[in-house]
């Protein structure tokens, strides 16, 4: 079952076959509950709009087809369960692709300076995962989210699609994100 | 193909960040939320299983009931085990702690309201010292050894009987008062998620004694009612939903997506805020209660909807506006309607 793709799994899960949705929920649930996490940064309601996701995909299953890719499917749903949620918040939020903002955008607080040289490896370590949690919430939403989705496996166009936002505008609101992180922790890497 | 895509665009990776990112990552959902999913997963598959047989053949249909009821009475025999909290023996433990002096553990011992077991098993170490002590006090009575003790006793249990229907009475999982669940569900969600570490701090002293018995958690009602909540297509609940009765825990993605979709050409949906004030309500009081969409031809609104969470401050009030929340009348006002489905009629 592991050596099927994720298409196939939600295709027999739609069918029927329960062992495949165990198989894509093991395979995706971290990465959607790191997502979520990432964007809402409050557990308890990133651990409700997990639920959510998992439920709408459930029930969507029968609608489901291979020609799109599972794996922006799900962020898909992921992504407007975020959007509902800042709605019922604070109301509509912008998140259409605007390349521009992101270099105007990223007026980013400084954090407390957690780099102070340890001796201990591990404890440098620890520091360092810290120290990027701390410098991920201090991006910009639209290039955390898109870093996020990139390490979480998603591709360039499969963000593209999820985010509903140009190519060009992806790959350049990852590369700030990198250059920025790589510039805050340059210690750690 | 494991489903993380690679690209071919690698410069945008950075293998030393990605591996801090991975060590950062917090991956673990709480058990329960996880089983919850799968057994949704699991109860859905088995339906359309079930649905899909009635469609072919008969030992289909065997089968599938056969599989129906071997989820429901796996389902069914995980929700026991979570939710066979005794009330009783909760309030009773309560009582040995709100009345802790030690005569009126031995009044419950006396008249052997929880089994030793089960008394055992709620009871702090020192009163199952005194219980032990009063319990075979009880049995020597039982046997008549002393008449005047026995005389003791049958005044005792008539105090016992009376303090026990005070102590119900009073106790915070009496009847009067709804299940901490039943308080969640009816809240909307915003509320219930704000609520939440209140809610879970609460919880926390009854859990723990369910714990330490080893029955398990109290969450599963909440759990199998929201389940069920899910499972329902958002946009047919909200069809059928009064208009001043709109389900905050329901997707305003879902309301809005049913809306786009009935809404005739050259009309236009404003959501004039999100969330508004509840008509009726105090200013600046349950401000993230009410959601409020206008359709609109032109300049010209058609209809106003003015959509309140269940148990608002305002919603019986609501009820006998309803001239605010439905379609624009030619006088001006506006004509009542009762639910979302009689809106496509309308606007057309």
């Known amino acids: 079952m592991d050596a099927l793709s994720d298409e196939e799994l939600m295709c027999r899960y739609r069918d029927g076959d329960t062992s495949a949705f165990a198989t894509l929920f093991a395979r995706h649930k971290p990465g959607v509950l790191s997502y979520l996490r990432r964007q809402c940064r409050n557990a308890a309601i990133a651990e409700e709009l997990y639920q959510d996701v998992w439920t709408t995909l459930i029930n969507a299953r029968e609608r489901y087809t291979a020609s799109a890719k599972f794996i922006t499917y799900l962020y898909t749903i992921a992504r407007s369960r975020l959007i509902d949620h800042v709605r019922r918040q604070r109301g509509f939020v912008v998140v259409a692709g605007d390349s521009n903002s992101d270099e105007t955008g990223d007026a980013i607080v400084e954090a407390p300076d957690t780099r102070a040289p340890d001796p201990v490896a591990a404890l440098h370590a620890e520091r360092c995962v810290e120290q990027l949690r701390v410098e991920l919430d201090h991006l910009p939403d639209e290039q955390r989210e898109a870093f996020v989705l990139h390490e979480e496996g998603v591709n360039l166009e499969g963000i593209s699609d999820v985010t509903q936002t140009p190519l060009e505008t992806v790959k350049s609101r990852i590369r700030y994100a990198l250059a920025k992180l790589r510039k805050k922790l340059e210690d750690c890497l | ?348």
């Open chain 2, 1 to 348: 193909m494991t489903g993380h895509e690679k690209d071919d665009d690698e410069p945008l990776r950075d293998p030393a960040l990605s591996a801090l990112y991975q060590k950062s990552r917090q991956v673990s959902a709480s058990p329960e939320t996880d089983a919850k999913i799968l057994a949704h997963a699991a109860s859905a598959a088995a339906s359309a299983a079930m649905r899909k047989a009635q469609r072919q053949k008969p030992w289909g249909q065997i089968a599938a009931a056969a599989a129906i009821l071997l989820v429901v009475g796996s389902v069914g025999t995980w929700m026991i085990e979570r939710e066979d909290v005794p009330v009783t023996s909760l309030a009773r433990s309560e009582r040995v702690e709100l009345e802790a002096p030690a005569q009126k553990r031995e009044n419950i011992a006396l008249n052997d309201q929880p089994t030793p077991e089960a008394f055992q098993a709620t009871a702090p170490a020192a009163p199952l010292e005194k219980a032990r002590k009063s319990d075979s006090a009880s049995t020597s009575m039982a046997a008549g050894a002393l008449p005047e003790i026995a005389e003791k006793k049958q005044l005792a249990d008539r105090a016992q009987a009376e303090s026990d229907a005070a102590a119900v009475a009073r106790s915070p999982v009496a009847a009067s008062e709804p299940a901490p669940s039943a308080i969640a569900l009816a809240a909307p969600k915003e509320e219930r998620l704000k609520s939440e570490p209140a809610r879970k701090a609460k919880a926390a002293a009854p859990a723990a004694v369910a714990e330490s018995t080893g029955i398990g958690a109290l969450k599963s009602a909440e759990t199998a009612a929201r389940m069920d909540e899910l499972a329902q297509s958002p946009v047919e609940q909200i069809k059928q939903m009064p208009v001043h009765a709109y389900d905050a825990t329901l997707p305003s993605l879902a309301l809005e997506a049913w809306l786009q979709s009935i809404v005739p050409s050259g009309m236009t949906i404003a959501w004039t805020a999100v969330p508004v004030r509840c008509h009726g309500a105090e200013a600046g009081a349950m401000a993230a209660q009410c959601i409020e969409v206008a359709i609109v031809r032109e300049t010209e609104r058609v209809a106003l909807l003015h959509f309140e969470s269940p148990g608002s401050p305002s919603q019986a009030a609501s009820e006998k506006k309803t001239l605010v929340y439905g379609e624009a009348s030619e006088g001006g006002g506006m004509k009542p309607i009762r639910t979302l489905s009689e809106l496509p009629a309308r606007l057309r």
